[in-house]
Structure formats: structure tokens, C-alpha cells
Nanobody, 125 residues
């Protein structure tokens, strides 16, 4: 499985971006896709997760109400819509997939098996 994350860029505070995570290789109807962010010198942080099985999502408190997830199963792509962006959202965003993560472990990167290369999001005026 290979993951390609894209869609990052420079945006002003209050702006929006949509990140994409496209998966190639083996496709699974039970795969879970997580998004994580990492600022240089800081630990990786959980952002959001999409459980394909059950079609449920959940988000870190810091992004609730601003970020949403959607999925195009035909394209094996998960999208992270980021609205009302804040300077503190600046980071490299990574997507990752797993078939073994569950709700209680979805925020932990160690439970994901495949990772994309990351896409830079910069929020600045």
C-alpha cells in the first residue's frame, strides 16, 4: 500500500484547504485512515480519523467544528477539509492507514501501518 498526501499550501488565517490522501495498492473495505500533524521539534499529534467500516469519524478537540472528513471509495481517497484555519494549525500533515486500529487506539500513530509522505500546511498572514 502506498499513500500520497497532497493539498497543502500557504493560506491566511480563516482560510481553507482540502488535503487528500490517495491510496494505491491493496484496497480494503475495512481500512481506517488517520491524519496526524507534526510541527518541527514537536511530537506528532492526532488530528482526525475515518473508519471506513461503520463510516464513522472523530476529531481532535482542537479541530472539532473546523475540520471534516470525506471519502471517495472509488478513488481510494480520503479528504480532510480544513476550514477557519489558525496559525497554530501550521504543520506537516500526514495520512496513515491501518486495519487494526480501533476507536481507543486511533489517536496513536504506532497503530498505523502505512504512512504518506506528508504535506506542508502553513497558516500565516
Amino acid at each position: 500500500v502506498q499513500l500520497q498526501a497532497s493539498g497543502g499550501g500557504l493560506v491566511q488565517p480563516g482560510g481553507s484547504l482540502r488535503l487528500s490522501c490517495a491510496a494505491s495498492g491493496r484496497s480494503s473495505r475495512t481500512v481506517t485512515t488517520g491524519w496526524f500533524s507534526q510541527f518541527p521539534g514537536k511530537e506528532r499529534e492526532f488530528v482526525a480519523v475515518d473508519f471506513r467500516r461503520g463510516s464513522t469519524t472523530y476529531f481532535a478537540d482542537s479541530v472539532k467544528g473546523r475540520f471534516t472528513l470525506s471519502r471517495d471509495n472509488a478513488k481510494n481517497t480520503v479528504y480532510l477539509q480544513m476550514n477557519n484555519l489558525k496559525p497554530e494549525d501550521t504543520a506537516v500533515y500526514y495520512c496513515a492507514t491501518s486495519e487494526r486500529v480501533i476507536y481507543s487506539t486511533a489517536h496513536r500513530g504506532a497503530f498505523y501501518d502505512y504512512w504518506g509522505q506528508g504535506t506542508q500546511v502553513t497558516v500565516s498572514s
